[in-house]
């Protein structure tokens, strides 16, 4: 998909160094190395998330120490302690460290590198099945680390957008996709969801910043809704690798979409 964004920035592509919870992420991993911006916004509605690129960015030795005792006593009994970590009280005066390190550690060895949770906001992915997880990487924490040195980082709703965005700037949304099905619809990203409703404020608020004069990109799944969202708007659809379905068979490449405001 990364293809795609030549369509706003036609050059060579820049190197992606990190990536956990690929998106928005790996779109700005993508673009930095290039100078194409003075100033670079990350966000996201999960403060968990947020914290770990906060503290890549800001504290990346801390951070690989952690790590790396994370990487020594792996082992599927403590796998399933560190998960647990958010059941406990106490977890709420966890260091931001802490919390960034065993995020990291269980996006590298859970199932499929998935990020979900429950209603209480609880981590409840199984392990997955890794010979040799790759937890402890020192060369992209740094890497990446230099590369945000160039960024803000703040949890916060997508339409705050709206307060800063200027004429001539890039947004780019990877927003939860809608279900291509309701037996898709199995997971939340964050203990918010993310429905029908919201689908159509953020298509409001594509549109907007497109009437403002912003280069605005989106990507989603291809589906009716989607198209409905977005009918004025260019639509291209592009194949992406999936790993993640309850039917094996249907894991591989799928159909989804990217919007472009030009």
């Avoid at 036609?10 to 100033?39: K, N, T």
């Avoid at 919201?198 to 009437?211: C, I, K, S, W």
């Avoid at 291809?222 to 194949?239: S, W």
């Amino acid at each position: 998909m990364l293809a795609q964004y030549e369509a706003f920035f036609p050059a060579e592509p820049g190197g992606a160094y990190f990536e956990p919870f690929v998106g928005s992420g790996a779109v700005f991993f993508h673009l930095q190395p290039r100078g194409l911006f003075e100033r670079y916004s990350l966000s996201d509605a999960n403060a968990e998330l947020v914290n770990l690129y906060q503290v890549v960015r800001d504290q990346p030795d801390a951070l690989l120490a952690c790590l790396y005792d994370h990487a020594i006593r792996h082992t599927p009994e403590y796998y399933y302690a560190v998960r647990a970590r958010d059941r406990n009280p106490g977890w709420a005066d966890a260091s931001p460290v802490e919390r960034a390190a065993r995020m990291l550690y269980l996006n590298r060895t859970c199932y499929n590198g998935l990020w979900r949770v429950n209603g209480r906001g609880e981590f409840n992915v199984p392990l997955g099945r890794y010979r040799k997880p790759d937890i402890y990487r020192p060369e992209k924490i740094l890497a990446a680390s230099r590369a945000l040195q160039h960024a803000t980082i703040t949890a916060c709703p997508f339409d705050s957008v709206l307060e800063c965005a200027r004429p001539g700037d890039f947004v780019y949304f990877d927003p939860p996709y809608v279900p291509v099905s309701q037996t898709a619809n199995f997971t939340n990203y964050s203990a918010d969801t993310f429905g029908e409703a919201e689908q159509r404020r953020l298509a409001e608020v594509f549109a907007t910043l497109a009437a403002r004069g912003c280069r605005v990109m989106l990507s989603n799944s291809d589906t009716p809704l989607v198209h409905e969202l977005y009918a004025g708007f260019r639509i291209e659809r592009v194949l992406a690798r999936r790993a993640i379905n309850s039917k094996a068979g249907r894991r591989g490449e799928v159909y989804e979409v990217v919007v472009l405001s030009e």
